[in-house]
C-alpha cells in the first residue's frame, strides 16, 4: 500500500457553514506524489440540531461508511484546482463524498503525464484512500483522458474473487491483470461503479483538428514546450511500450460493476462512434449510454444539471 501524507489543512476563526476538506499527498505503487483533495459529502451538514423545520433536519449524520465517494479524474492539462474540476466537485460533494486529485504531470503532482498510460495508477491510489477513510462504495468519474483512465481502471482492478486474474499479496483484492499491464498491484483499489465522460474508444485517434494539435503537443518536443508552459502539463518524452489496454478493450472486462457513457452530439475532439464503439463493447445492459444533446467535450462542456444526473446515478446504482 502507498502512503499518504496529509497538509496544507487551511485554519480560519470563522465557523465553517460547509464541511472542510482534506489535503494529502498520495504516493501511487511506482512512486509518483499525486496531489488530492477529500471533501465530505455536504448534505445536512450545519443543520441545527432539535427539530429544525426543512427536510435536512432529519437527515441522519452521514458516516464514511454510509456515505458514498466520488473520485474525479480529470481531463488532460486539467489539475485538481481548474474551475471545472471545482465546479464538478461543489455538485458532487450535495450527493456524496468527493475526492479530486491532479493526475501526474498536472498542476502540484510530480511525474511527467504518459496521456492515460500510468495514470491508472494514480487513479488506484486515490480510491484506495477513499477507502481508507472508510468509504464502502467508491465510484469513479471520469472526463476525456480521465474517462480513458477510468475505464483502464475498472477492468485492471476488481472486487469480484471469480474473474480471474493475479491477486495481490497484500490483501483481499483481486487484480484482474491482461499479460500486458502485470506490472499493477494495489488492493483496495477497486471501483464499484464507473461512469466514463467525453472517452475517446481507441488510440492514436487523429480524425478531429484538435486531436491532430493534442498529437503534437504530445510529440513534438515544441509542443511539450507548449505544454509545460502554456498548460502547465508536464508530458513524459518515452513513447509507450508496451501499448496499454484501449479503452474499448476495457470495457467487457468491468462487469459486474455498473458502467455509464456520456459524449456530447457536439463533442469536437471524439465523434459520436467513440461512445456508440464503448456501448457495443460492453455487449447487451453491460453499459448504460447518455448522448447528451448539444453538449461539447468533457468536463468544461458539463453543466450542473448533467452533473447532478451523473451524481444521483452515481450514488443510485447498486453495488455490483
Not at 118 to 136: F, I, K, N, S
Not at 190 to 208: E, F, I, K, M, N
Not at 239 to 248: G, I, Q, T
Not at 295 to 312: K, S, T, V
Request: with cysteine; glycine share 12%; charged share 20%.
Amino acid at each position: 500500500m502507498s502512503s499518504v501524507s496529509e497538509g496544507r489543512f487551511r485554519g480560519s476563526s470563522v465557523p465553517l457553514l460547509t464541511p472542510p476538506p482534506r489535503f494529502a499527498t498520495l504516493l501511487t505503487d511506482d512512486g509518483v506524489p499525486v496531489d488530492a483533495v477529500y471533501e465530505p459529502c455536504t448534505v445536512g451538514f450545519g443543520a441545527p440540531v432539535g427539530g429544525a423545520a426543512g427536510p435536512l433536519a432529519a437527515t441522519p449524520a452521514a458516516t464514511p461508511a454510509t456515505t458514498p465517494a466520488i473520485v474525479v479524474a480529470h481531463g488532460f492539462t486539467g489539475a485538481a484546482d481548474r474551475p471545472a474540476v471545482r465546479r464538478a466537485a461543489r455538485v458532487f460533494a450535495q450527493r456524496a463524498a468527493v475526492i479530486t486529485f491532479s493526475f501526474r504531470g498536472h498542476g502540484r503532482s510530480g511525474g511527467r503525464s504518459t496521456v492515460g498510460d500510468r495514470e491508472v495508477l494514480d487513479l488506484a491510489a486515490a480510491v484506495a484512500w477513499a477507502r481508507q477513510l472508510g468509504h464502502t462504495r467508491v465510484v469513479t468519474v471520469g472526463f476525456s483522458m480521465g474517462g480513458s483512465v477510468v475505464l483502464r481502471h475498472g477492468a485492471l482492478y476488481t472486487a469480484d474473487p471469480l474473474a480471474g486474474g493475479a491477486e495481490s499479496s497484500a490483501g483481499d483484492t483481486p487484480v484482474r491483470v491482461p499479460e500486458r499491464e502485470g506490472r499493477i498491484q494495489r488492493t483496495g483499489a477497486h471501483s464499484d461503479a464507473v461512469v466514463s465522460v467525453s472517452a475517446p474508444a481507441r488510440w492514436y485517434y487523429r480524425g478531429t483538428a484538435p486531436m491532430r494539435r493534442l498529437h503534437w503537443v504530445v510529440t513534438r518536443p515544441s509542443g511539450r514546450l507548449v505544454g509545460r508552459y502554456g498548460f502547465r502539463t508536464r508530458i513524459a518524452t518515452e513513447e509507450w511500450d508496451p501499448v496499454p489496454l484501449s479503452p474499448v478493450a476495457s470495457v467487457p472486462l468491468i462487469a459486474p460493476a455498473p458502467l455509464l457513457l456520456v459524449h456530447g452530439d457536439r463533442d469536437p475532439y471524439f465523434p459520436l462512434d467513440h461512445p456508440r464503439m464503448l456501448a457495443e463493447a460492453a455487449g447487451p445492459g453491460g453499459a448504460e449510454l447518455w448522448l447528451e444533446r448539444g453538449m461539447g467535450h468533457a468536463e468544461n462542456a458539463a453543466d450542473d444539471a448533467l452533473l447532478a444526473r451523473i451524481a444521483d446515478w452515481a450514488t443510485g446504482t447498486p453495488p455490483a
